[in-house]
């Protein structure tokens, strides 16, 4: 079983930046690739981004790509999300999970993640 708690959500005006933080339990997070998803009012739960499990592979959407960037700390067991040059478009709730994976490439499947956060709040104003 792995947990995990999303945290660093918050209010921001367009244009500034958020770095969200996801700290898993368990001692095999470094076996896990990890993604970040976004869910707003209305909506479907969308991908962002996600990490391959050894750090090497990123990927991400393509509304997000250049402005937002994963990246994981193993000694912590923690997975963050920077983002910057944010829209009033981007507020949703994040969710960060977790996907054990067979090779080193991260997954944008969402079927593919089999633990997910409770999810953290990010409000964009304009």
């Known amino acids: 079983q792995v947990q995990l708690v999303e945290s660093g959500g918050g209010l921001v005006q367009a244009g500034g930046s958020l770095r969200l933080s996801c700290t898993a339990s368990?001692?095999?997070?470094?076996?896990?690739?990890m993604g970040w998803f976004r869910q707003a009012p209305g909506k479907e739960r969308e991908f962002v981004g996600a990490?391959?499990?050894?750090?090497?592979?990123?990927y991400y959407a393509d509304s997000v790509k250049g402005r937002f960037a994963i990246s994981r700390d193993d000694a912590k067991n923690t997975v963050y999300l920077q983002m910057n040059s944010l829209k009033p478009e981007d507020t949703a709730v994040y969710y960060c999970?977790?996907?054990?994976?067979?090779?080193?490439?991260?997954?944008?499947?969402?079927?593919?993640?089999?633990?997910w956060g409770q999810g953290t709040q990010v409000t964009v104003s304009s």
């Open positions: 999970a977790a996907a054990r994976r067979t090779n080193d490439v991260p997954t944008a499947r969402i079927y593919e993640y089999d633990y």
């Open positions: 368990g001692r095999t997070f470094s076996s896990y690739a």
């Open positions: 990490i391959s499990w050894s750090g090497r592979s990123g």
